[in-house]
């Protein structure tokens, strides 16, 4: 008799801002290897959303490069699926309803700080990197009193809008690879953007979004965003969305301990495969290359 079709499903959420390497390899192969354990079923998205970075070439390389490694998957923008469209870029009203319903809740509010006045009121170093785990803990006093009104969204939206977050309550989570996770609200991450002046959803509200309406029952991904997991927790609760199981992956780093950016070039999948590397070779050198 046939079993029964497994109900998990995965992703690979790659961002095409620069060519895959070594370390998103890594990820998307422990992504699928799970999916693959659990017999379930395997969906690419494209997280093309920062208009800024994201270019047609890297979308087309990104795909090339992970079926040159191996990997397939069954849903996706090259292939459709239940869940189309599987580009970030066309599902912006999806976003926005989201953002309507935590605006109705009262759960969010406008601010017209810059970065540069939040890093510099809660003592950040201003070169951060950019990364989205890297934002610094939103000063209080910045943040309205819960009972000023709300203005309205408007339609296009020109100001950052951002979670407030329950100061003081310790979010967790287990992790299925570095096991009980644990955060304080207010202290360890502020409230976070969930869309953006420029009119643009933030990485932490589509990602909740879609990883919800996908489906999605265990969300596998680098160990930097362990940070941003806590945040998204808060918007799976707000939205009231099923929340999916998390596997965090230790993050590839180079000779010298840094860990891999789009700028190592030498380690991009494209380089290594130029220079003659098989899949196999790769998928063997990923075990000497993770840090704990
Ligand atoms: N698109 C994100 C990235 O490439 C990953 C998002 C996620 O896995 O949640 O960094």
Redesign the pocket.
């Known amino acids: 008799m046939a079993s029964p079709p497994s109900s998990y499903r995965g992703r690979l ?3 095409p801002t620069g060519h895959l390497h070594l370390g998103h390899a890594r990820t998307f192969w422990i992504a699928a290897q799970r999916a693959a354990a659990a017999g379930g079923t395997l969906l690419l998205r494209n ?1 093309d959303l920062d208009r800024a970075r994201c270019r047609p070439e890297f979308v087309a390389a990104m795909l090339e490069d992970l079926r040159w490694l191996g990997l397939r998957w069954s849903e996706g923008p090259d292939c459709g699926g239940p869940h189309a469209p599987y580009h970030q870029s066309e599902r912006t009203a999806l976003y926005r309803a989201a953002l309507a319903r935590l605006h109705a809740a009262g759960l969010i509010f406008p601010c017209t700080r810059s970065r540069r006045d939040v890093l510099e009121a809660a003592g950040a170093p201003h070169e951060d990197g950019g990364g989205g785990d890297d934002e610094p803990v939103y000063p209080r006093d910045f943040r309205p009193p819960a009972e000023t009104p709300l203005p309205p969204l408007g339609g296009k939206i020109s100001v950052n809008w951002r979670l407030r977050v329950p100061d003081g309550e310790t979010i967790a989570f287990r992790d299925g690879h570095y096991g009980e996770q644990q955060a304080v609200a207010g202290r360890d991450f502020g409230d976070f953007v969930v869309w953006r002046k420029d009119d643009t959803p933030s990485y932490q509200l589509a ?1 909740v979004v879609d990883d919800a309406a996908m489906g999605v029952t265990e ?1 596998v ?1 680098g160990a930097d ?1 362990i940070k941003s997991t806590f945040r998204q927790l808060l918007l799976y609760r707000a939205l009231g969305a099923p929340v999916p199981a998390f596997y965090h992956c230790p993050l590839v780093t180079d000779a010298g301990g840094v860990r891999l950016a789009k700028r190592h070039d030498a380690l991009s999948l494209r380089t290594l495969r130029a220079q003659g590397k098989t899949p196999a070779e790769l998928l063997a050198q990923f075990a000497e290359t993770a840090a704990p």
Request: with cysteine; proline share 12%.
């Open positions: 959420a790659p961002s997280d990602c969300v991904r965003l």
